[in-house]
């Protein structure tokens, strides 16, 4: 059962113009919702976090709306970079004392030049 | 670089053969948790350990464990492979507690089973 779904597995986008990429999610009790990037043979880096108590988290480029009644979240990168490059995983967390994230199966970002 | 590391960064081994994946985390995080992720997959959640105890079990086979030792470090054993634990194998660590809840990432371990 995938909780977390990311449907676009890839995406390309003009530098300078805006990336949305979109994640859904099943489960209610999710509280806390994150997107990581992850460029090939390295980690996944934390990009920026929103809780279920807000609906917007902007940090410089990259803005995070969560829309609850439609249980969706994306991340908006403006402008859009070479360097953003990379494919891109949401992840959610449960509303209990474990910190574990489920995450979605990522999307794949090509920005152009 | 997010503090966490890992060793080996690459591990080959044939089926049947136990292996032992170590992890640092980030100085000062309680929390390590590990996950798996297959060829084009998202990563899935496998364990979490916090101070030194179990704290959440995910899908972890039973050929595979882990602990977390008194210095924080954390080990992921994985015994009796087979050609479908080939994956890559991050481990990750947070602060004890609070609202927030990020994981920051190792660079993962590429095990590869022959």
């Known amino acids: 059962d995938q909780q977390v779904k990311q449907n676009s597995p890839s995406l390309s986008v003009q530098e300078g113009r805006i990336s949305i990429l979109n994640c859904d999610y099943t489960?209610?009790?999710?509280?806390?919702f994150l997107w990581y990037k992850k460029y090939p043979a390295e980690g996944p880096t934390f990009l920026i976090s929103?809780?279920?108590?807000?609906d917007k988290n902007e940090d410089g480029r990259f803005t995070v709306f969560l829309n609850k009644s439609a249980k969706h979240l994306s991340l908006h990168i403006v402008p859009s970079q070479p360097g953003d490059s990379a494919v891109y995983f949401c992840?959610?967390?449960?509303?209990?004392?474990?910190?574990?994230?489920?995450f979605g199966q990522g999307t794949t970002l090509q920005v152009k030049p | 670089d997010s503090g966490v590391t890992q060793t080996p960064k690459h591990l080959i081994t044939a089926t049947g053969q136990r292996v032992t994946l170590r992890c640092s985390p980030r100085?000062?995080?309680?929390?390590v948790y590990w996950y798996q992720q297959s060829l084009d997959q998202g990563l899935q959640f496998l364990i979490q350990?916090?101070?030194?105890?179990?704290?959440a079990k995910g899908n972890i086979l039973e050929r595979f464990s882990a602990q977390q030792f008194p210095d924080l470090h954390s080990e992921l054993n994985l015994s009796s492979l087979e050609l479908g634990d080939s994956a890559l194998y991050f481990c990750?660590?947070?602060?004890?507690?609070?609202?927030?809840?990020?994981?920051?990432f190792g660079p993962g371990t590429r095990l590869t089973v022959l």
């Open positions: 100085s000062g995080d309680l929390s």
């Open positions: 489960n209610s009790m999710f509280d806390y």
């Open positions: 992840a959610a967390s449960l509303s209990s004392n474990t910190g574990k994230l489920i």
């Open positions: 990750a660590s947070s602060a004890s507690s609070g609202l927030r809840k990020e994981q920051f």
């Open positions: 350990y916090y101070n030194g105890e179990e704290r």
């Open positions: 929103i809780s279920s108590i807000k």
